[in-house]
């Protein structure tokens, strides 16, 4: 007689049952993979994240022609916004910073509009202040550039930054860090007892055994149905 591999939903069964009974393994390695999660932080600064916005326009004019030409222009030269050129530019209108040109484009993201008509400006920063002092200046650099490059006001400043809002807090986002690597410690070890279980050895139905002809049948257990009458 020989052994089949043939998963059905009593394997599946035994197998979720097997990673019940131990589920102590299970919070173990969580908990060793919690206490990793610790360490590699462990250097990790825990400072807030605050983000300031600034708004810029594409003005509208009254010739189809030339609104079409700054439409065009915005949306072709949007990537500026985070060239090393504009970044430096940003740096001299600060005047004193100890920011670096990468810095201050690591620290940028802009979104153009649907309409090519609408930039928006963000800079991250664990200073509120700083976030408020680079997004203004990455702003009027891009205006400038964009001066320089078509020769025309293609944008403008709509709305400057005045303020910072909080965009992540630091011990939260920690703590979110320890507690995925905790659950991926679970699930490692619930999956790892769930697949040995299911493709282990154990035989469960009949189904996974079949004769062979050098087989010698010895005796057959007869099927007994209980009666609950």
Partial sequence: MKYTMIIGFEDIKASLFMVKKNLMKCFALAFVFFIVGIVTAINNSVDNLYYASTSLYSPISTDYNESVTLTQAVT???????????????????????LTYRQVQNMTSYYVSSTGTDITITVVSANPDEAVSVVNAVANAYIEEMRTMTGMDAVQVLTSAMNANLSENGLVSLWKKRIVFFAAGF??????????????????????CFINDDDVIIGILPEVKENHG
Avoid at 83 to 92: F, H, L, P, T
Avoid at 190 to 208: C, N, P, Y
């Fill in 187 to 208: 699930v490692v070890m619930a999956f790892l007892i769930f697949v040995l279980e299911l493709f282990s050895d154990k035989i469960r139905s009949a189904e996974q």
């Fill in 76 to 98: 072709n030269y949007s990537s500026l916004i985070k060239s090393q050129k504009v970044a430096e530019r940003a740096i001299s209108i600060m005047g004193s910073t100890e």
